[in-house]
């Protein structure tokens, strides 16, 4: 009996986060009139970049997955992030991004 539990204790561990789970260590990063910057690496995210890749790559940043997606007017879509970064894609590519205090490319 104990050796089971002790099974499925080992394989509930195993299991991969979901992908809102938070990370314990978030990457630090800017906004800026090109895109995104990592804080501590040279490392960007720049406009121009697929939604494909940006995506993901902006929710390892922030450590969790969107929490939100909309159609813009015309053709665009926002995908936004719980720490209050949206990000906008037209045709596939990411053409600009907003928060609180400012934003830069197209708006949504």
């Known amino acids: 009996m104990k ?4 099974v499925t204790l080992l394989v509930a561990a195993c299991a991969p986060a979901g992908p809102n789970v ?7 990063y800017t906004l800026d009139a090109n895109g995104v910057q990592l804080s501590d690496r ?5 406009f121009g970049r697929t939604d494909h890749s940006t995506i993901p790559a ?7 997955g969107p929490t939100a ?12 992030w719980p720490d ?4 906008v894609f037209a045709a596939g ?4 991004w907003t928060n609180a205090a400012a934003s ?3 708006s949504c």
Not at 3 to 6: F, M, S, V
Not at 58 to 64: H, I
Not at 84 to 87: I, K, P, R, V
């Open 104 to 106: 830069a490319g197209l």
């Open 69 to 80: 997606t909309r159609d813009c007017a015309g053709s665009g879509q926002q995908v936004e």
């Open 84 to 87: 209050g970064t949206a990000l």
């Open 42 to 46: 040279a490392q960007r995210i720049d």
């Open 93 to 96: 590519e990411f053409r600009g």
């Open 22 to 28: 938070p990370r314990s260590d978030p990457i630090p």
């Open 3 to 6: 050796r089971a539990l002790a």
């Open 58 to 64: 902006m929710t390892k940043l922030v450590g969790r």
